[in-house]
């Protein structure tokens, strides 16, 4: 009877366990991947990317590129650039 009362209690805590991670991961996803983003109308934001006709490479569009489309676009209500750059943290010894 013990035996059967303590894998009892063993399942309930690794069900516990598993639906407690189950639902962070699953909170983090959301508000990572899912939410919307932080603008007004952020479902009108759309991204432009410069695309080689050789080889059909994306590249973030330069900054003459950008002031291009700024003057010249009439679908889009504003045209503004962000530039992007890979970085490592490191702590200090």
């Known amino acids: 009877m013990a035996a059967a ?11 516990a366990i598993a639906i407690g991670v189950s639902a962070a991961v699953l909170s983090i996803v959301e508000q990572l991947l899912v939410d919307p983003v932080p603008f007004a109308d952020g479902r009108r934001l759309v991204l432009l990317w410069n ?25 889009f209500r504003g045209v503004e650039a962000i530039e992007t750059a890979p970085l490592t943290l490191a702590g200090t010894d």
């Open 5 to 15: 009362f303590s894998f009892g209690l063993q399942v309930v805590l690794l069900l």
């Open 51 to 75: 695309v080689r006709r050789s080889d059909s490479l994306r590249a973030m569009p330069t900054i003459e590129s950008v002031q291009h489309v700024r003057a010249n676009a009439r679908s």
